[in-house]
Structures are given as structure tokens and as C-alpha cells.
């Protein structure tokens, strides 16, 4: 009975030595279940890029912003729902997607625009290779891979490698174009939703453009809560809405192997973020 006892506490002892297993706080992969999505997430914020099965339906770089509270990681859960209903997550479980994205940047993403007329040059595929780069409990970073089109008379391609944090309402973007010509205008912008009216405040700095607005897509469940969007630039030389008012663009112009850095966020007003003024505050101290 003392040796067994013995025994125990030594196992006991080792068990409580162990290094205890951190908390996933990042999640972000494929998901070829669903049309080829690319998800990320940390535990304040979610999204989607658009893959190549969803093709024409739409062919967009917008990021899809998904909204939900503070915690734990929901992705994987809500795909596994929608395999079932594929309504799921357009209704509220703690949480929906209920953003419009359209043929558009959507919640952050960059293209080429004409310098001149303001015209952005969206790529004609969504993206079409991805890979991990790095991850662990509290950092997922990975890259999603754009072929080439034509952005007016230059021939572009893009690779955009995106590090995702925890307990961060914003994701840095680093986006490599390689492009013909000596130099390429480039901006990361916000859907403006033009044609819904849903913008309640703006504001605009030199180097970000900031969104509140009502929630956009109401196709299934109306959704009453309040949604900020962003993008800002440490690189920004303008900043400005785009002549057909649909976009509010960071931009810059790069040379040659110069990579294009810049953030993107999202919040809930039904979370963390209450008003305008708390989500413009945050946006203005990045």
C-alpha cells in the first residue's frame, strides 16, 4: 500500500509539473466544404476570402467581414452547421455573418486603381493557392495567391500574406504585387454599400479610412446591430472615396519590389465596441 501510494503522488507531481496546453486564440485555413473559402479568426473578430469554386458567384478579393462575440473560435462549428443548413451562419449564434461584399474590397482588401479616374482593378480570380506560414496558440499567419490580370495597361499578380493576432480587432496585410511598367498605384479600401445607404458615420485621417454603419446584408435575418470597418496605412499618400462613391481607399504608390503593408478590422456593436467614437478611437491610435 506505500509503494502504491508513493506511486500515486509521484504521478500526481508529474502531472501537475506539466507545462499546461495553451488556448488556441487563432484559427485560419481552406475550406474546400464550402466552395473554397479561405476563414480566419482570432477570439474578437472573423472572416472569409472568397476561393475559386465561388467563382462568378461572386469573383471578388472582398473581404467577407463575420461578426461575433468575444471568446472562443467559432469557425469550424459554424461550417460544420452549415453543412447541414447552409443558412446557419446568417443567423445570430452569438455571432452571423451579416456583411455584403459583393464585387467589391469588401472589409479590407487592396487592388491597383487608375491614379487619374480612381478606377479600381479588380482581379479577374478570386484567390487560387493559400498556405500556412507560420502558427501558433496566438499568431496564425498565411498567404493567399491572386494570378495574373490586367489592371488597365499593366499585367499584375498578387500574393497577400495576412498575420492574424490575438485580442486584436485588426490584421496586418502585407501584399506583394509583382506588376509590368516601373510603378503601381495601389489602395486597401472599405465597401461603402452605395446603393443601401447604410453608412451612419465616416472618418478619415491620411492614413485611414473608417466606417460605422448599419449592417448590410439582410437577406435572411435582419440583423439591428452596428458594424465598424477599417483600413489604414503607414504608407498612405491619400487618402479619398472613389468616384463612384462605392469605396473609401488608403493608397500609395509603389515601385518595384516594394511590398504594400497595411491593416484591416472589424467590430460589433453588440460586442466589445458600443459607438462610433470607441471604434474610431481605436483606428486613429493604430
Not at 495601389?186 to 454603419?213: C, L, M, N, Y
Amino acid at each position: 500500500m506505500k509503494r502504491t501510494a508513493l506511486l500515486i503522488i509521484c504521478l500526481a507531481a508529474l502531472v501537475s509539473c506539466a507545462p499546461k496546453q495553451e488556448e488556441q486564440k487563432v484559427n485560419a485555413r481552406a475550406v474546400p466544404e464550402r466552395m473554397d473559402d479561405f476563414v480566419f479568426e482570432n477570439n474578437l473578430i472573423a472572416g472569409r476570402f472568397y476561393g475559386e469554386a465561388l467563382e462568378g458567384n461572386p469573383t471578388s478579393p472582398g473581404i467577407d467581414i463575420w461578426v461575433k462575440m468575444p471568446g472562443g473560435l467559432v469557425a469550424d462549428k459554424w461550417y460544420a452547421e452549415a453543412q447541414k443548413d447552409a443558412n446557419y451562419y446568417h443567423r445570430n449564434h452569438d455571432g452571423k455573418d451579416c456583411y455584403k461584399v459583393a464585387v467589391s474590397l469588401g472589409g479590407g482588401a487592396s487592388a491597383p486603381v487608375c491614379p487619374v479616374s480612381g478606377q479600381i482593378f479588380f482581379p479577374q480570380t478570386n484567390y487560387r493557392s493559400c498556405e500556412i506560414l507560420e502558427q501558433t496558440p496566438e499568431k496564425i499567419v498565411f498567404s493567399l495567391s491572386y494570378p495574373e490580370w490586367q489592371a488597365g495597361e499593366q499585367t499584375v499578380s498578387l500574393v497577400k500574406k495576412v498575420t492574424v493576432c490575438a485580442d486584436s480587432y485588426f490584421c496586418q496585410v502585407e501584399d506583394k504585387y509583382n506588376f509590368t511598367g516601373d510603378s503601381l498605384s495601389v489602395a486597401a479600401g472599405v465597401f461603402r454599400h452605395p446603393s443601401q445607404q447604410t453608412i451612419v458615420e465616416e472618418s478619415v485621417g491620411d492614413k485611414f479610412f473608417a466606417i460605422w454603419e448599419k449592417a448590410s446584408d439582410q437577406s435572411v435575418e435582419p440583423e439591428d446591430g452596428m458594424l465598424g470597418v477599417a483600413v489604414a496605412s503607414p504608407q498612405a499618400s491619400w487618402t479619398r472615396i472613389s468616384s463612384d462613391l462605392s469605396h473609401g481607399l488608403v493608397g500609395t504608390t509603389l515601385a518595384q519590389g516594394e511590398t504594400f503593408s497595411y491593416c484591416f478590422g472589424s467590430c460589433w456593436s453588440k460586442a466589445d465596441v458600443k459607438s462610433a467614437a470607441d471604434w474610431f478611437a481605436k483606428v486613429q491610435n493604430l
